[in-house]
């Protein structure tokens, strides 16, 4: 449902921002994310943007139409690969705080029922509890997403599909955020593809906002909270309390 996936976003940014224990949950990853984006981040993209060069520079001949060449190859290879650090860096962090998403998922759903929600200790609980479960699940589901991923690039090579690549981004986004409710309701692989094609106007509009921002410095670090959060309510929105 449209509606839903356009009315969710204010909700998905309160829950994490007017509750101090969402808040935290959110915060830690973060904070993680900053630092690895800051220091390895930084370090990737200038060794690989440094070697790429070199290749093509060992790979094209010297002119004008050769540094003409040389220049839009280039452009190309910084943009790719800015693309493609980034969102290597928010599988990293999606791995890292998977936990605490996986636990922030839980909250939000109480909550939004009006149910007691989990203390600070039995939130400790939760996530040891549940800590290697959920560490494997997402590993998993990242290789899904690589792969996947992956197809959707080469088929970014041919002009006619492209908009068919861009479509299977947005999805494999929002796939990976809505899993921790499908995980917790535990759905079929039939039911997850059935969820998907109900609602893949209000999926892929809502994966292609968090795409962008996984293409923006610094911001990427703020999606795996606020799509956890977001996709959550938004499930539940068309499950449980659709009209």
Request: hydrophobic share 50%; with cysteine; aromatic share 14%.
């Amino acid at each position: 449902m449209i509606k839903n996936a356009l009315t969710t976003f204010k909700p998905s940014v309160q829950m994490i921002t007017k509750d101090k224990v969402n808040f935290l949950l959110a915060s830690f990853p973060m904070m993680v994310g900053a630092a690895l984006y800051y220091f390895a981040g930084r370090w990737a993209y200038s060794e690989f943007t440094t070697e790429g060069k070199r290749l093509i520079e060992s790979h094209i001949s010297e002119g004008v139409m050769g540094s003409i060449v040389y220049w839009i190859i280039s452009i190309i290879l910084t943009i790719v690969l800015y693309f493609l650090i980034n969102y290597t860096f928010v599988l990293i962090v999606s791995l890292i705080s998977s936990p605490f998403n996986d636990l922030l998922s839980a909250r939000i759903e109480k909550k939004l029922k009006g149910e007691n929600n989990f203390t600070m200790s039995e939130s400790l609980s939760f996530i040891s509890g549940k800590l290697i479960s959920v560490l494997l699940n997402e590993s998993k589901k990242i290789v899904v997403i690589v792969v996947l991923s992956g197809l959707a690039f080469l088929l970014s090579f041919f002009p006619i599909l492209a908009p068919v690549s861009i479509f299977l981004n947005t999805l494999i986004l929002a796939a990976g955020f809505v899993d921790y409710t499908w995980s917790r309701k535990n759905l079929t692989s039939s039911a997850c593809f059935k969820d998907l094609r109900g609602n893949f106007l209000g999926y892929s509009l809502s994966g292609g906002f968090f795409l962008a921002l996984v293409a923006i410095p610094f911001v990427a670090i703020i999606v795996p909270p606020l799509a956890t959060s977001y996709y959550t309510i938004y499930w539940i929105k068309n499950h449980e309390y659709s009209a």
